[in-house]
């Protein structure tokens, strides 16, 4: 149940950065239950990409991290969503970005919704 709440709540943040920054957008999903379920599959995505490749590239560029006292994390995060967007495009269905300034301020605005909604919905914060 905590990873299905997860995924709603990353793919209510997706929304939001989508209403808010007119370079991201989500293409495909004519009708509103078919945008709902995109936005799920792009949340669902952006999970599996967090979980699989973000610790790589986390290890990989650990001295950019200590020197920028971790504000490389606002990079990997961006790249991160970037990395969902290309993979979501190669469907008729995905995620546009129009560049990395974009791609910042989206994962930035992203990971700031999803910690919030993470601490208002209860059960969200749960061990796993």
Do not use: C, H
């Not at 239950?33 to 590239?57: C, E, Q, R, Y």
């Not at 504000?71 to 995620?95: I, K």
């Amino acid at each position: 149940m905590s990873f299905l709440l997860r995924v709603i709540i990353n793919a209510a943040a997706i929304w939001l950065a989508t209403v808010m920054l007119s370079g991201l957008e989500v293409i495909g999903g004519d009708d509103t239950a078919t945008t709902v379920i995109v936005f799920l599959v792009l949340a669902l995505v952006f999970g599996l990409v967090n979980a699989i490749v973000k610790p790589v590239v986390k290890l990989l560029s650990l001295p950019l991290y200590i020197l920028t006292l971790g504000l490389f994390t606002l990079v990997v995060n961006a790249l991160m969503l970037m990395l969902t967007a290309w993979l979501s495009e190669q469907t008729d269905y995905g995620l546009r970005i129009d560049n990395f300034g974009t791609a910042v301020l989206g994962a930035l605005i992203i990971s700031i919704a999803s910690f919030l909604l993470s601490v208002v919905i209860p059960g969200a914060r749960d061990k796993r």
